[in-house]
């Protein structure tokens, strides 16, 4: 099997500050980590090639310095790192950066090998659309799986695949042709700890770094903002909360006593909550 996990390289969330005047995000001197959405799609994908053979190779689109990123991923147990990277995708918006990956995964099918599945996270922390997944998908006519808590089965022979999904109403099981496109959901799997061996291989490796040539993108309007519709007028951090929050006295206080007492409170606080509750157990 040939697995594509296509992975971002984003600012440490927690540490990013808003510009007081232009309102914009400060990266200078924020560090970056792997998307950590993505993790789960990459540990995933291993899984699948520890149990069916062979190779995982991981993909992402970003300026040069996004190649730490790769090789973190490299560490983890991958096989193969490719970088996408051209001043041709600056300010690539989430239609733009889908076409730009479903050009490059093509050119890593035709490098490397057909991929059998496509791996993404679910959303990145820093864009919150989880638009990426399925707009490969589409351009590359892909079964696309979202939301996916668990990898049932699969059977490469088939060329089947079993999985189950999370929705609204609960969760779904889902079984579809391969190749297909997965987004994984968070706490799904634990990222494994890198071996030695695989540190040291990810030191030595060379990571193929592609430009809008080299991946085959021959429609450059397509890409960065001349391929972006979408438009941001204005970032800025939320206010901070003034209120505080409530403290509760325990003292000689019976856990029946203080759910009341809690429940009498948020009641309190939003009296319309307790209509809903009434009118929907129908009291």
């Known amino acids: 099997m040939h697995i594509v996990v296509c992975i971002k390289q984003v600012p440490d969330s927690a540490q990013i500050r808003v510009h007081p005047v232009t309102n914009t995000i400060m990266r200078q001197g924020v560090p970056t980590i792997i998307n950590p959405y993505d993790l789960f799609a990459l540990e995933e994908a291993l899984r699948l ?8 190779t991981v993909l992402t689109m970003g300026p040069p310095m996004a190649e730490d990123a790769l090789r973190k991923a490299l560490t983890y147990g991958a096989d193969r790192a490719v970088l996408l990277t051209d001043r041709f995708f600056a300010g690539s918006d989430t239609l733009a950066t889908s076409f730009a990956l479903s050009q490059a995964i093509v050119r890593v099918g035709q490098a490397f090998g057909t991929p059998d599945i496509v791996f993404t996270g679910k959303q990145t922390i820093d864009g919150d659309t989880a638009q990426v997944g399925p707009g490969i998908a589409k351009r590359l006519d892909l079964l696309q799986l979202t939301y996916v808590a668990k990898i049932a089965s699969v059977d490469p022979l088939a060329r089947e695949i079993a999985v189950e999904r999370r929705s609204e109403g609960g969760t779904q099981m889902l079984k579809s042709r391969l190749p297909c496109l997965i987004t994984m959901l968070e706490g799904t799997n634990e990222i ?3 071996s030695l061996a695989d540190a040291l291989r990810a030191a030595r490796s060379q990571v193929v770094k592609w430009s809008a040539a080299d991946a085959g ?24 909360r003034a209120e505080k929050a409530m403290q509760i006295d325990t003292t000689d206080k019976t856990l029946r006593d203080l759910a009341n007492e809690l429940a009498a409170t948020i009641l309190t606080r939003q009296p319309a909550l307790e209509h809903e509750l009434t009118f929907r157990d129908g009291v």
């Not at 090639?49 to 995982?56: L, N, Q, S």
């Not at 993108?217 to 901070?240: H, M, N, Q, W, Y």
């Open 49 to 56: 090639r520890d149990t069916h053979g062979g190779e995982v």
């Open 217 to 240: 993108i021959e429609d450059l309007t397509k890409c960065g903002l001349r391929g972006s519709p979408t438009v941001v007028k204005r970032v800025f951090a939320p206010p901070s």
């Open 192 to 194: 494994r700890r890198g």
